[in-house]
């Protein structure tokens, strides 16, 4: 891999891995799209305050859509075990930030994710990371939903899989018909799933209170 463009540090802060991921040489040609921006906002990119915010702002962007570097698909087969197992397995409250790929504002909240075993199982961390995969790319959450479910279900091939979004976007809250407190609520469901019973007992287990 060439370091020049490619670049990972890693630092260690109470427990949190932080990891940030860029290119320098897209480093460099955003920034100056960036200053451009600045100056078309009616601001001074020479200003104190101002004059690292484009490589800072390019290095953000990079960070929040490196999903497209990522590949869902391997994350999952870099984790699959045979095992005889064919109850139900719920992932819930997975966090997820993306980006609207309308106005480029941020939209967040959790993802409840299940899936019925059909031979294989797969390693309970790399299911919020398949998520988060998706979501650090320009999305809409209807295609984010179901873009995390075909992936679960054309890799693990279970017996059903089951995506429950829900998230709060900043392009309602903060322009528009600016509603603070808007949820919107988005689900994806194959093989057992869909039936009745199964999907109750899955939306019954997202709900509760198991703690």
């Known amino acids: 891999m060439d370091n020049k463009t490619q670049t990972f540090t890693e630092e260690e802060n109470e ?11 897209k480093i460099a040609s955003l920034a100056d799209h960036y200053k451009d921006i600045l100056k078309q906002l009616g601001e001074d990119p020479a200003r104190e305050g101002l004059l690292k915010t484009p490589e800072r702002v390019a290095k953000a ?3 929040l859509t490196h999903g497209y570097d990522t590949k869902p698909e391997e994350i999952l ?15 819930k409250d997975i966090e997820v930030f993306s ?9 967040f909240g959790k993802a409840h994710i299940a899936y019925i075993p059909n031979g294989h199982i797969v390693g309970l961390s790399k299911i919020p990371r398949v998520v988060d995969a998706y979501a650090r790319r320009l999305q ?7 873009e995390i479910r075909d992936c679960i279900q054309e890799t693990l091939k279970p017996a ?28 994806a469901f194959t093989g057992e799933f869909a039936k009745d019973k199964t ?8 709900t509760a209170n198991l703690h």
Do not use: W
Request: hydrophobic share 40%.
């Open 61 to 63: 962007m990079q960070f």
């Open 77 to 91: 087969r870099s984790a699959m075990f045979k095992e005889d197992y064919s109850q139900m397995v719920v992932v």
């Open 140 to 146: 809409v959450q209807e295609r984010l939903t179901n």
């Open 15 to 25: 427990g949190y891995l932080k990891i940030d991921r860029y290119n320098e040489d």
């Open 99 to 107: 980006m609207c790929e309308h106005h480029m504002l941020p939209f």
């Open 160 to 187: 059903g899989v089951a995506v429950v979004i829900e998230c709060k976007h900043l392009c309602m809250a903060m322009r528009g018909i600016q509603k603070q407190n808007s949820v919107t609520t988005t689900s």
């Open 199 to 206: 999907r109750a007992e899955f939306l019954r287990l997202i």
